[in-house]
C-alpha cells in the first residue's frame, strides 16, 4: 500500500534550501545555499515512467525566487510522482527549508497525495533509479498540510519506502 510513500515537493513551493556540515567549527559562517532563487542548475529530476533529467511538463521550475511544483501542463496525472534531487550528496548535515503548500492538485492523483510533500534524504543515487520504479530507496520528513477535512493529519512523521528503520532495537512497522 502507497499510502504514506510522497514525492519530494508534491504539493508544495521551496522558498529556500541551505546545509550545514554537522562537523562545522562555525556554523553560522559555513551554511551553503543549494538553490540560487534564479534556476534549477545543480538538481536533478526523475519522474516515474520517465528517464532521469526529464522534468516532464516542466513541473519543477522557479518563480518568483521559488521553486514550484506546477501541473498546468498535464492533461492527467497517470501517476508521475517526481522527485527533485540535489547533485551532490551529503552524508552528515544539518537542512534549512521553508516551504508551502498550494491548491494545485490533479483530481485524478491518489487522495493520498492531497497535501502532502516531503523531503527525502539518506536517499538512493537518482541515477540508479529505475524508469518504471515509482519511489526512490529513502527515508522521508514526511510534510502533510490540513485536507480541509476536519480530520488532523500528523506532520514531521517519517516515512521510509523501501527502507528498514530501527527504533530502540525493534523494526519500525510502516505502511506500503
Given at each position: 500500500m502507497n499510502q504514506f510513500k510522497t514525492l519530494l515537493a508534491l504539493l508544495f513551493v521551496l522558498i529556500s534550501v541551505s546545509f550545514i556540515p554537522v562537523n562545522s567549527e562555525n556554523p553560522d559562517d559555513n551554511w551553503q545555499t543549494l538553490f540560487t532563487g534564479?534556476?534549477?542548475?545543480?538538481?536533478?529530476?526523475?519522474?516515474?515512467?520517465?528517464?532521469?533529467?526529464?522534468?516532464?511538463?516542466?513541473?519543477?521550475?522557479?518563480?518568483?525566487?521559488?521553486?514550484?511544483?506546477?501541473?498546468?501542463?498535464?492533461?492527467?496525472?497517470?501517476?508521475?510522482?517526481?522527485?527533485?534531487?540535489?547533485?551532490?550528496?551529503?552524508?552528515?548535515?544539518?537542512?534549512?527549508?521553508?516551504?508551502?503548500?498550494?491548491?494545485?492538485?490533479?483530481?485524478?492523483?491518489?487522495?493520498?497525495?492531497?497535501?502532502?510533500?516531503?523531503?527525502?534524504?539518506?536517499?538512493?543515487?537518482?541515477?540508479?533509479?529505475?524508469?518504471?520504479?515509482d519511489w526512490p530507496i529513502s527515508v522521508e520528513y514526511q510534510i502533510l498540510a490540513d485536507a480541509g477535512d476536519g480530520n488532523p493529519r500528523p506532520t514531521g512523521n517519517m516515512c521510509s519506502p523501501g527502507t528498514e528503520v530501527y527504533f530502540e532495537g525493534e523494526k519500525y512497522a510502516t505502511l506500503h
Open positions: 534564479k534556476n534549477l542548475d545543480g538538481w536533478v529530476v526523475k519522474f516515474y515512467h520517465h528517464d532521469l533529467g526529464d522534468n516532464y511538463a516542466n513541473t519543477f521550475r522557479v518563480k518568483d525566487g521559488k521553486i514550484q511544483v506546477c501541473y498546468d501542463d498535464y492533461k492527467e496525472f497517470n501517476n508521475r510522482f517526481g522527485h527533485l534531487f540535489y547533485k551532490t550528496p551529503f552524508s552528515s548535515f544539518h537542512l534549512k527549508f521553508e516551504y508551502k503548500f498550494t491548491d494545485q492538485w490533479m483530481k485524478d492523483a491518489p487522495s493520498y497525495t492531497y497535501r502532502n510533500s516531503g523531503i527525502m534524504f539518506h536517499s538512493q543515487d537518482p541515477k540508479t533509479i529505475l524508469k518504471e520504479q
